[in-house]
């Protein structure tokens, strides 16, 4: 076994200040998430029709459904925006407070929080859903 090399408070602290700030930024995703989804206009099937009808029918169908991807059908700017804006003052917030904060056993979990942030608000529909 590996001996301690910090005392039990100062550990403490570490893991609190982990979960403290990594559950505030899971906080701050979720109502990202909850915000961008009720902008969310529902997608129009004369659109898609419209999208599929330019597209070769000899192609097959998964390609059809990458082409539809990479055309921007399904794009919304409503929900792009609010994820952009959230993602922004979230990681700013927490970047000003690492700053104001150095050094200090909340520098890691900070930068976390960032990450999380990060990769939330940019991929806000890859499997979450409220």
């Known amino acids: 076994m590996i001996p ?16 403290f700030y990594t559950a505030c930024a899971w906080a701050w995703c979720c109502m990202t998430i909850a915000i961008a989804n009720a902008t969310r206009d529902p997608t129009d099937p004369q659109k898609i ?14 390609l059809r459904e990458q082409h539809l991807v990479s055309e921007g059908v399904f794009l919304q700017a409503a929900p792009a925006a609010i994820c952009c804006v959230f993602l922004s003052v979230g990681c700013g917030i927490l970047l000003w407070w690492k700053m104001r904060t150095v050094p200090s056993p909340a520098t890691f979990p900070l930068v976390l929080s ?3 942030i990060d990769i939330v608000s940019r991929h806000p529909n890859d499997g979450l859903t409220l």
């Open 4 to 19: 301690p090399f910090q005392p039990f408070v100062q550990v403490l602290e570490i893991v609190l200040n982990t979960v």
């Open 49 to 62: 029709a419209d999208a599929l009808s330019k597209i070769p029918t000899n192609m097959p169908e998964t």
């Open 114 to 116: 960032c990450i999380l």
